[in-house]
């Protein structure tokens, strides 16, 4: 079989990181987020582009979930991320996060949970197999999927 020299794994996951970005539109729109739907988004803090306070870069150096689901404000979107302001611990902290930093998003109202490959960078570590989540007021751990969420994840349609 010849090499994908079209790389269509990462067409795919760009495509999908376009569903990530229409739904935080529908959510920063006037209506904010419809009926019970609400967001888990996992992303990389030390990808490029990512701007976090440095206390949660202190406790997340790696990876770390937000929620957006009642208290959130100042939602920005834009072309390559997302900016939003949470409180953590009772204090509001800004964030700015790239698409290409997330690494899951999950919307457990209806069971929607998308998953994206990483090919790290030269400069870049590799993340490690147990990551900790935040769990402080607009953070939560994501819990597991046995509530009947459907994991899309790129391997299932590579050839092996």
Do not use: C
Not at 29 to 49: D, K, M, N, S, V
Not at 66 to 72: D, N, R, S
Request: charged share 25%; aromatic share 10%; hydrophobic share 40%.
């Amino acid at each position: 079989m010849a090499k994908d020299l079209m790389r269509y794994d990462v067409m795919a996951q760009e495509a999908l990181r376009g569903v990530v970005k229409q739904a935080l539109l529908k959510a920063a729109g006037p209506g904010g987020l419809p009926g019970q739907h609400h967001f888990y988004i996992t992303f990389r803090t030390q990808a490029p582009g990512v701007d976090i306070d440095p206390s949660l870069m202190d406790k997340y150096p790696e990876e770390m979930t937000i929620v957006l689901e009642h208290q959130f404000w100042d939602l920005d979107i834009g072309d390559a991320g997302f900016e939003v302001t949470l409180k953590f611990s009772g204090i509001p902290k800004y964030l700015k996060v790239p698409f290409t930093a997330v690494s899951r998003f999950h919307d457990p109202s209806v069971g929607f949970h998308l998953q994206f490959e990483h090919e790290p960078d030269v400069e870049e570590p590799p993340l490690a197999d147990n990551v900790e989540t935040p769990e402080p007021e607009a953070a939560q751990a994501t819990g597991s999927d046995s509530d009947g969420a459907q994991v899309v994840s790129l391997d299932s349609f590579r050839k092996k």
